[in-house]
């Protein structure tokens, strides 16, 4: 198979439709040596697997360099085919991501206190987002005087986080329930609904 992940300009995009061939996703875990375990969704292929990195798998994403990957299977999206190992896939550009979701190896969590201090001066907003072929509904944190449609503006940061999300791909749901914590490409983002009585103005509080 190619390595490449950008999606071919004579396929169209909505011909991408979730299979319940594509089975189960392996549960990708550390091994000696370290790296974060990451779920990653491009256009065309669900992959898993370890990525070389310490520290906070945002800040290694935002910094935008090719990113060493291990112990990777993929799928692709259309549920042609099941998970299989894929060797020979050693490196990943972040900008072929269009979503994260980081597994084990990534830093602690806070704890409520510390989560309360960093998040002090932010505010939580639930949000609908429409990422093709994925949609998401989470939660996110912005600093006062910024709503949640600026997202959509040009960032440094790449990647933005949405917390206690769930990933659609058509009727199919990405991953195993809600998600502590979703990595969203901004560059594939094409809009935004704030969504009213969830945690919307409200000062976060996880």
Same mark, same amino acid.
């Given at each position: 198979?190619?390595?490449?992940?950008?999606?071919?300009?004579?396929?169209?995009?909505?011909?991408?439709?979730?299979?319940?061939?594509?089975?189960?996703?392996?549960?990708?875990?550390? *091994?000696?040596?370290?790296?974060?375990?990451?779920?990653?969704?491009t256009e065309?292929?669900?992959?898993?697997?370890?990525?070389?990195?310490?520290?906070?798998?945002?800040?290694?994403?935002?910094?935008?360099?090719?990113?060493?990957?291990?112990?990777?299977?993929?799928?692709?999206?259309?549920?042609?085919?099941?998970?299989?190992?894929?060797?020979?896939?050693?490196?990943?550009?972040?900008?072929?991501?269009?979503?994260?979701?980081?597994?084990?190896?990534?830093?602690?969590?806070?704890?409520?206190?510390?989560?309360?201090?960093?998040? *002090?001066?932010?505010?939580?907003?639930?949000?609908?987002?429409?990422?093709?072929?994925?949609?998401?509904?989470?939660?996110?944190?912005?600093?006062?005087?910024?709503?949640?449609?600026?997202?959509?503006?040009?960032?440094?940061?790449?990647?933005?986080?949405?917390?206690?999300?769930? *990933?659609?791909l058509n009727?199919?749901?990405?991953?195993?329930?809600?998600?502590?914590?979703?990595?969203?490409?901004?560059?594939?983002?094409?809009?935004?609904?704030?969504?009213?009585?969830?945690?919307?103005?409200?000062?976060?509080?996880?």
């Amino acid at each position: 198979m190619p390595f490449g992940f950008r999606k071919q300009d004579d396929k169209p995009a909505d011909s991408v439709e979730a299979s319940a061939a594509m089975g189960p996703a392996p549960v990708p875990r550390p *091994v000696a040596g370290g790296g974060i375990a990451f779920d990653g969704l491009t256009e065309e292929w669900r992959l898993v697997g370890v990525m070389e990195v310490s520290g906070r798998l945002s800040d290694a994403l935002n910094r935008r360099d090719a990113i060493s990957i291990k112990g990777v299977s993929w799928a692709p999206l259309d549920g042609s085919e099941g998970f299989s190992p894929v060797p020979g896939l050693r490196s990943i550009d972040p900008y072929d991501l269009i979503m994260v979701l980081p597994g084990e190896g990534t830093l602690p969590g806070f704890s409520d206190d510390e989560k309360t201090a960093h998040r *002090v001066h932010k505010l939580s907003y639930g949000v609908a987002l429409e990422v093709p072929p994925f949609r998401v509904r989470g939660t996110v944190h912005l600093y006062p005087g910024s709503e949640p449609e600026r997202l959509l503006d040009r960032s440094n940061e790449m990647f933005f986080a949405v917390t206690g999300g769930l *990933v659609m791909l058509n009727d199919q749901r990405i991953g195993d329930g809600q998600t502590d914590t979703i990595l969203v490409n901004r560059q594939y983002l094409r809009g935004v609904e704030q969504l009213d009585g969830d945690s919307v103005g409200e000062r976060s509080r996880t």
